[in-house]
């Protein structure tokens, strides 16, 4: 790979995570306070596991003990994906495509390996659904 090729795509792989966070603020947009609320919350509360996994993961070297490597940003992938998927259903596909279409950037940049990339987003996915699950509102038209 050329390096110019490599600053591209290195570009494209640091602007993945921003730009979701993006499209996952604007998710709930034309949808009652009460969902876009629960929507927000069980959102944060799933990024907010990410960070504490790889605060517990730094200090206790979990992944490491298994010859792994934990990616943060394909866990912040992950659950952001989950998140808005669980929110939107119909956006599952497109966003799940993305997700897949990331970590094999990520595959091909060398930042980790595969089993880096799923071992961690599993953990984070697992979470996102569990917190959505948990914090859905009771209403089904507060949500698709």
Same mark, same amino acid.
């Given at each position: 790979?050329?390096?110019?090729?490599?600053r591209?795509?290195?570009?494209?792989?640091d602007s993945?995570d #921003? +730009?979701?966070?993006?499209?996952?603020?604007?998710?709930? /947009?034309?949808?009652?306070p009460?969902?876009?609320?629960?929507? $927000?919350?069980?959102?944060?509360?799933a990024?907010?596991?990410? $960070?504490?996994?790889?605060?517990?993961?730094g200090?206790?070297?979990?992944?490491?003990?298994?010859? +792994?490597?934990?990616?943060?940003?394909?866990?912040?992938?992950?659950? @952001?994906a989950v998140?808005?998927?669980?929110?939107?259903?119909?956006?599952?596909? #497109? +966003?799940?495509?993305?997700?897949?279409? $990331?970590?094999?950037?990520? /595959?091909?940049?060398r $930042?980790?390996? @595969? @089993?880096?990339?799923?071992?961690?987003?599993?953990?984070?996915a +697992?979470?996102?659904?569990?917190?959505?699950?948990?914090?859905? #509102?009771?209403?089904?038209? &507060?949500? &698709?």
């Amino acid at each position: 790979m050329s390096p110019a090729t490599y600053r591209i795509l290195d570009a494209v792989a640091d602007s993945f995570d #921003p +730009l979701l966070a993006i499209i996952a603020l604007i998710c709930p /947009l034309r949808r009652k306070p009460r969902a876009i609320l629960f929507y $927000y919350l069980s959102a944060a509360a799933a990024i907010g596991f990410v $960070y504490f996994v790889r605060a517990i993961d730094g200090r206790e070297q979990i992944w490491r003990s298994f010859g +792994l490597d934990f990616s943060t940003h394909s866990a912040f992938a992950a659950s @952001l994906a989950v998140s808005m998927g669980a929110f939107r259903r119909n956006w599952i596909a #497109p +966003l799940a495509l993305i997700t897949v279409l $990331y970590f094999s950037l990520e /595959l091909i940049m060398r $930042y980790h390996g @595969l @089993l880096d990339i799923l071992s961690s987003a599993m953990v984070a996915a +697992l979470a996102a659904l569990v917190l959505h699950l948990a914090i859905k #509102p009771s209403s089904a038209d &507060d949500a &698709d």
